[in-house]
């Protein structure tokens, strides 16, 4: 028999027997102690490892992307002012998209509903697991976000789950090496691209197993909470997806039309055939080619801008990606009764900001980030085996925004480029 089962299906297939077996344990024998071991001497165990492996890529991925992505955006010959309007609307764009997933999960609450002592009790039992990392949860003012954001030593950070130290030192690292074009740096760049080659080709390999983890996960959550926690997870579905939708058919057309310049509908036909390669591979590594294709021809975008901008986003603009990294983090955060004061949202708004350009453009590359995240806040890491069911298809969602993205930063940075040199010349005049 040939092995063709795709394994989006066989994460669903985990999906549905963890889920349905926590569910009969749960009704049928609620208490019952041999429950309670199998959750906790087998189930557990085995969404760990599979958590833990997400983890151990963390440091490695992230400071490799971010290291490479500041280069690409930072090296002075092949952009100067193309690099700086492309930075300028990655953040700017990135910043909405996680705005608009903080505001829509804040005003819809999905999380919340289960009683708080359930979540509590999961909280303490992962406390364990979740080490020391869960003391960081209380207690940070805005003037220790500003000074957190300087790591004292880089390796400290990465050793103690610090992200922000460990992507700060990143981004520093990376503009001086963008800077600094010598023999020495251009042979460690390719080492650091080597090393992100290698956590890319890791990730595959780990998300291979996720049908196992998920199924695990899913029976350890569901003997706990019941059929309850299913109602939770279509309110978190139904509001990643109104989230990326405002972002997809409100904030992308009017950028289209009032910077770029453009007919927002011609932009989506135009656009047509990156987005559906977006939303059958999940992946906008894989889409990058079509993605060229599309800017380029289509769109009419100047093929150095096209090329910059969509070469870029493809690993660096993921607004599809940290909008869900938001949502996610608050979610299990209500999931789990944890609270997050004004300030640790903002923190999760610049962590998601740059999740969005550490994630890998691959089928679940933010899973490590998101997990780290939910690490630094103290709410369990665990709660990941409850979306991953689900992910798949917020994957292809996401991933549709991701590379819209980049298209329409490609048409408005254009768009720019072509008034700078003055006239007009732009190509996506044809359009217009
Ligand atoms: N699959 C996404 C992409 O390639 C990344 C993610 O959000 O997992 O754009």
Known sequence: MKRAIPLHTQMLIGFVVGATAGIVGNLAFGEAAWLHALVEYVAQPVGQIFLRLLFMLVVPLVFSALVLGVVEIGDPRSLGRIGGRTLAYVVVVTALAVGIGL???NLLQPGRGLPPD???AILADAAQNATAIAAKREGVSALDLLLNLVPRNPLASAVNGDLIGVMVFALLFGIAAAVLRTEGTRRFLGAVQGVYDIC?????????????AVAALLFAITARLGVDVLVQLARFV??????????FFVVFPLLVRLVGRMSPLDFFRRA???ILTAFSTSSSSATLPTTLMVAEERLGVP???GRFVCTLGATANMNGTALFEGVTVLFLAQFFGVDLSLVQQVTVLLLCILGGIGAAGVPG????????ILAMFGIPPEGIGLILGVDRFLDMCRTCVNVTGDLVGAVVVGRGEAETAEGGACGADGAA
């Open 103 to 105: 505001v829509t999960v």
């Open 118 to 120: 359930v979540g509590q």
């Open 200 to 212: 890319l080709r890791l990730i595959e390999w780990i998300i291979r197993t996720a049908p196992y």
């Open 238 to 247: 139904g509001t990643v997806t109104l989230a990326l939708a405002v972002h």
């Open 272 to 274: 047509e055939p990156a």
């Open 303 to 305: 093929r150095r801008v």
């Open 365 to 372: 590359g933010s899973l490590p980030v998101i997990a780290m």
